[in-house]
């Protein structure tokens, strides 16, 4: 492959999240079906959707907002090729009316959000999509798809960031991320300080870094020849010293950085742990280093590194610098050991009303704790995180509260200022865990965030149920009407 082509391939990787090939076919099959039930049957209402989470993931309080760039771009370039079109022609039956609608479709209606890099809690809504029926339920497997992972990823990096206190983190996930440009990007918008991924570096401009592998040590018959080789290369370098016995590589690298630092002044920035008994080890390296005078030499580890043992190594006081972070964040691991669960967001999109006579009204699913809040709503924040309130849209805002939801996308258009520079993310990311009050912040048992529902959406809410859900017997209720209006 040429240079070229290569330039080509990873450009096209990095935007691959933002630009399918397909984007008409980034949804689930259901999705056209129930479209066409809808086209066959005359039903195109304007209707209201909801974008959030039931739970915070990781057994936390907050979720740290994140995807929402991609989800933009994927409403934006929603559309189906003539290829599309021909391949749902062959796998359904659909009539020719329907696969010309589907030919022209593109998004005609708006969007509120909250703001990339928001503090969320669970049950409020991130995206509010109101539009014609048919286009409003296509796009909800790539709006779950684009704010799922990354909301998970920017979460777990802010938790890791967290329990850090103040170290740089790097992260080291490109070799299993299932994203691994969603990854990079969102870890940067919870804190980690830099990527070893270099077309990613690249793509957001971000810092690259690394060290060395093991496999460079062993390539050469001596560790000592393998770090001379490192400390003559470079102004400023690193050693990987765990590839046969740390404790034995620490008095070889003083002793090559002495030497190096003498005839060509380079300098042994750092050295890395990967694995073992990262405390012991760590602690013996520091003082090794001390009595050589190279106090400014840091110490770096990796190896299987989340929230919880990082956490312990600091709260412990093991005098390490930094941390490498690879497979937990890029996967957006739980962990078994302490019976948290991880892997997905489990955000969800649902329909909560449907403009009928020139009136909201308002639609629910009742599941238990499933059951879902009806109407078109706002969020509105108390103070700096003394709590939330959900209300609904036609209520009077409530004086001196911070509204959430803001207008990203109008007439299926983006609005000026929607997709702000990720640096802009990254600070008001920032801001936020900054000031969110450390027992919302808890890895284990945190505080539970307060957020409250307004009086009248609990009553719609309780009317709902009563007409649409099921008696405390268990047996149905009687006759299903449409829920009271939100309107007026």
Do not use: C
Not at 106 to 119: C, T, W, Y
Not at 175 to 192: C, D, H, M, N, W
Not at 432 to 443: I, N
């Amino acid at each position: 492959m040429s240079v070229g082509k290569i330039a080509v391939s990873l450009g096209r990787a990095a935007q691959i999240h933002y630009q399918p090939l397909h984007p008409g076919l980034m949804t689930d099959m259901y999705h056209p079906d129930s479209a066409y039930v809808a086209w066959v049957n005359g039903r195109n209402d304007v209707v209201t959707f909801d974008l959030y989470a039931r739970l915070a993931p990781f057994g936390g309080s907050y979720l740290l907002l994140a995807g929402l760039e991609a989800a933009l771009h994927f409403i934006r370039d929603f559309q189906f090729t003539d290829e599309d079109v021909r391949f749902l022609a062959q796998i359904r039956d659909y009539d020719r009316g329907y696969l010309e609608e589907l030919r022209a479709f593109r998004f005609s209606g708006e969007v509120l959000a909250m703001p990339e890099g928001s503090i969320a809690f669970p049950n409020e809504p991130l995206l509010r999509v109101t539009g014609p029926f048919r286009e409003a339920l296509m796009l909800e497997s790539g709006l779950l798809n684009a704010v799922n992972l990354a909301t998970l990823i920017a979460t777990k990096a802010a938790r890791i960031s967290q329990a850090a206190r103040g170290r740089r983190v790097a992260e080291f996930a490109l070799r299993r991320a299932q994203e691994p440009f969603v990854v990079t990007r969102s870890a940067y918008i919870g804190g980690l300080s830099s990527t070893s991924f270099v077309a990613a570096a690249f793509e957001y401009r971000l810092q690259a870094t690394g060290t060395i592998p093991h496999a460079l040590v062993q390539l050469f018959e001596e560790e000592r020849e393998a770090f001379a080789a490192v400390a003559q290369s470079f102004n400023r370098y690193t050693l990987l010293l765990d590839t046969y016995d740390p404790r034995r590589a620490v008095e070889t690298a003083i002793d090559v950085a002495r030497e190096y630092h003498d005839k060509l002044g380079h300098t042994l920035a750092a050295v890395r742990l990967d694995g073992g008994d990262l405390d012991g080890d760590a602690r013996f390296v520091r003082r090794v280093l001390d009595e050589a005078g190279l106090s400014a030499t840091r110490i770096l580890v990796s190896g299987d590194l989340d929230e919880f043992s990082i956490a312990e190594l600091v709260e412990g006081g093991s005098p390490i610098d930094g941390f490498g972070v690879g497979t937990r964040i890029g996967v957006g691991a739980g962990s078994l050991e302490r019976g948290v669960e991880g892997g997905a967001l489990g955000g969800v999109y649902k329909l909560v009303s449907v403009e009928q006579g020139g009136a909201d009204v308002s639609r629910i699913k009742t599941a238990g704790d499933k059951t879902t809040w009806p109407g078109k709503k706002e969020v509105y924040r108390i103070g700096s995180f003394e709590g939330d309130e959900v209300a609904l849209e036609t209520e009077p805002k409530p004086p001196g509260l911070q509204r959430l939801l803001r207008p990203v996308v109008r007439e299926g258009e983006l609005l000026p200022g929607s997709l702000p520079p990720l640096s802009e993310i990254w600070e008001y990311a920032q801001q936020g865990l900054r000031e969110l009050p450390e027992e919302y912040q808890a890895l284990t048992s945190p505080r539970s965030y307060p957020v409250r529902f307004s009086d009248s959406l609990r009553a719609l809410r309780a009317a709902a149920i009563e007409q649409y859900g099921v008696e405390p017997n268990g047996r149905r209720n009687g006759r299903v009407r449409a829920a009271p209006g939100t309107a007026g």
